[in-house]
């Protein structure tokens, strides 16, 4: 296992693109990296202070053997400056929704790590018959701090508007992102290989978490605010509305134990099968990405000879 992820730049058939979206009113440039050729696959990262597509790269090399891969950064996450906005879990429901129509529509498979699988799993519970297959990697529905509390409580909503002032919130964010807060997270919550952070993945996550307007979609993430669900029972539910055969399960065994916990529920209300790689926590697509596709690409052949076995 070789530490950080592979630079984009470094594949000369990766074309690194913009799709602009605006559905948050002014236009939003939002990274884009395609590779591959044959049906599309779409690749959604997590939401976090250092997410960013970039982190689908080693996963997307795997898949571009066999799919046109599209992988795109959420509005107010990767690597450009950002806008201030209070962005909501509705305007990244529907930067989703404008995602399927117009960057990658009717994808032949979508994979989609942490809150990124929620928004998905959100998305389709309405329209469960648009699903071809989805692969949710250590899904999540809830952010870090109400994970911690086991709540939502109403004093998130100060922690975000002192970090929303000009001059308090960049230093409360600096304060609080880091490089040593930003190791301790990756330690404790997003990679097995406590070394995987070394110096050219850091640069990676640092530029992801120092660019202008960062903090505005970071602690909303962190607070909750960017929940995809209200709770636990409508992320189950969301997922048992998919049909059968159609979604794939991903986590590691060293998940953080209540997100584990949540990811076991779910594969219980969709009666799905998970795969549980031996090691890997909530960066698993990152970390173990020859695993992780090994694990979606033999779903995805599973379901398809499911679908055509003859009826006895």
């Not at 508007?161 to 230093?171: E, F, I, K, N, S």
């Amino acid at each position: 296992m070789t530490g950080g992820p592979m630079s984009v730049d470094a594949d000369p058939v990766a074309e690194a693109t913009e799709f602009v979206w605006t559905g948050a009113g002014e236009p939003i440039g939002c990274g884009v990296t395609r590779l591959g050729a044959g049906e599309t696959a779409l690749l959604l990262p997590a939401l976090s202070s250092i997410s960013t597509r970039r982190e689908m790269w080693p996963l997307q090399q795997r898949l571009a053997r066999r799919f046109a891969t599209i992988a795109v950064d959420w509005p107010g996450f990767g690597t450009e400056d950002k806008p201030r906005r209070d962005w909501t879990s509705a305007a990244l429901a529907q930067f989703l929704a404008d995602v399927l129509r117009e960057l990658a529509p009717r994808p032949a498979l979508i994979v989609a790590a942490g809150h990124a699988a929620g928004y998905v799993l959100r998305h389709f519970a309405s329209a469960p018959e648009e699903v071809s297959h989805l692969a949710l990697v250590a899904p999540t529905w809830r952010g870090p701090l109400p994970t911690m509390m086991g709540r939502r409580p109403a004093w998130l909503r100060t922690v975000r508007a002192a970090m929303d002032r000009p001059v308090l919130g960049p230093a409360l964010y600096a304060l609080n992102l880091n490089d040593v807060v930003i190791r301790a997270m990756a330690r404790e919550h997003v990679y097995s290989d406590r070394t995987w952070l070394d110096r050219s993945a850091m640069d990676d996550k640092r530029r992801v978490a120092q660019a202008r307007g960062a903090r505005f979609a970071s602690v909303r993430f962190v607070t909750g605010a960017l929940d995809p669900f209200e709770s636990s029972a409508a992320f189950q539910a969301a997922a048992a509305a998919i049909p059968p055969g159609r979604l794939g399960l991903v986590w590691g065994a060293e998940t953080p134990p209540k997100s584990k916990a949540e990811m076991g529920m779910l594969a219980a209300a969709a009666q799905v099968s998970p795969t549980v790689l031996p090691h890997g926590k909530l960066g698993v697509h990152e970390e173990f990405a020859a695993e992780v596709a090994e694990a979606i690409l033999s779903g995805l052949d599973e379901a398809s000879e499911l679908a055509v076995a003859p009826i006895e």
